[in-house]
């Protein structure tokens, strides 16, 4: 099973004091040479972590997969043409979501979907749909071409009692069979944790995980150990 780290909240944690650090390329290259197979980053419409800029730099540092998260707006997809990432992921956006809340809805809008996907394939970048475990989407993904899917793992990390979580994960356990069953790749995430990744780690077909949230919350306190020495030497 590979692992995308998302490194959006890095430049979040940046953004609020708009200032120069944490830098994003530098998280990168750490969270490559901890083992992450693959770097993710969303430049969203409100640009409100990553910024071009990071992209750019991001696209000469990054030796493994560089997956650019994305919506369909014209003008982004224009920057991923130009960025050339390795692998785009399509996304919904709503400006006032905290993050990304659902998957697209392909089966509602296949032709504006079908068209980004396009272009981004003239120029050369494999693109991931970014969907909701539901045959009807994945249907719909595959009516427009494309080969590898993400499902949205959301409502089942979110669930509130076993049952609801019970029935979320066969959701994305028939989910990937299907998918697989047309021959799609798959990968999932969204609201993964230390306490629930390891179910869907168990879920036969799910080549990738992209995780974002729990690792920049986990860093920032297995990281203060340290860091609160460092700057204790210094005061001393
Ligand atoms: N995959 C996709 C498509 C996402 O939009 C996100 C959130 O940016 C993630 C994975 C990672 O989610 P989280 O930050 O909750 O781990």
């Given at each position: 099973?590979?692992?995308?780290?998302?490194?959006?909240?890095?430049?979040?944690?940046?953004?609020?004091?708009?200032?120069?650090?944490?830098?994003?390329?530098?998280?990168?290259?750490?969270?490559?040479?901890?083992?992450?197979?693959?770097?993710?980053?969303?430049?969203?419409?409100?640009?409100?972590?990553?910024?071009?800029?990071?992209?750019?730099?991001?696209?000469?540092?990054?030796?493994?997969?560089?997956?650019?998260?994305?919506?369909?707006?014209?003008?982004?997809?224009?920057?991923?043409?130009?960025?050339?990432?390795?692998?785009?992921?399509?996304?919904?956006?709503?400006?006032?979501?905290?993050?990304?809340?659902?998957g697209m809805?392909v089966?509602?809008?296949?032709?504006?979907?079908?068209?980004?996907?396009?272009?981004?394939?003239?120029?050369?970048?494999?693109?991931?749909l970014f969907i909701d475990?539901d045959?009807?989407q994945i249907?719909?993904a595959?009516?427009?071409?494309?080969?590898?899917i993400?499902l949205h793992?959301?409502?089942?990390?979110?669930?509130?009692?076993?049952?609801?979580?019970?029935?979320?994960?066969?959701?994305?356990?028939?989910?990937?069979?299907?998918?697989?069953?047309?021959?799609?790749?798959?990968?999932?995430?969204?609201?993964?944790?230390?306490?629930?990744?390891?179910?869907?780690?168990?879920?036969?077909?799910?080549?990738?995980?992209?995780?974002?949230?729990?690792?920049?919350?986990?860093?920032?306190?297995?990281?203060?150990?340290?860091?609160?020495?460092?700057?204790?030497?210094?005061?001393?």
């Amino acid at each position: 099973m590979k692992i995308g780290v998302n490194i959006d909240h890095i430049a979040s944690l940046r953004q609020i004091r708009n200032g120069t650090e944490p830098e994003p390329v530098l998280a990168a290259l750490v969270c490559e040479s901890s083992g992450a197979d693959s770097i993710v980053a969303h430049l969203r419409e409100d640009r409100r972590h990553i910024k071009e800029t990071d992209l750019y730099l991001l696209r000469q540092a990054v030796k493994t997969k560089l997956n650019l998260e994305m919506s369909i707006a014209s003008d982004i997809v224009e920057i991923a043409c130009q960025l050339q990432p390795d692998q785009a992921t399509l996304v919904p956006e709503k400006r006032r979501e905290v993050t990304t809340e659902g998957g697209m809805d392909v089966a509602a809008d296949p032709k504006r979907i079908k068209e980004a996907v396009e272009r981004l394939a003239r120029n050369g970048i494999p693109v991931s749909l970014f969907i909701d475990p539901d045959k009807k989407q994945i249907t719909a993904a595959g009516k427009i071409g494309v080969k590898m899917i993400e499902l949205h793992t959301g409502r089942f990390a979110e669930a509130k009692n076993t049952n609801s979580r019970n029935k979320y994960l066969k959701e994305l356990i028939n989910a990937t069979r299907f998918a697989k069953s047309k021959s799609f790749q798959v990968f999932a995430g969204h609201g993964l944790n230390y306490n629930n990744v390891s179910e869907i780690a168990g879920i036969k077909g799910i080549e990738e995980l992209n995780i974002g949230y729990s690792i920049v919350c986990r860093a920032a306190i297995v990281g203060l150990d340290a860091a609160v020495r460092q700057m204790k030497a210094l005061i001393n």
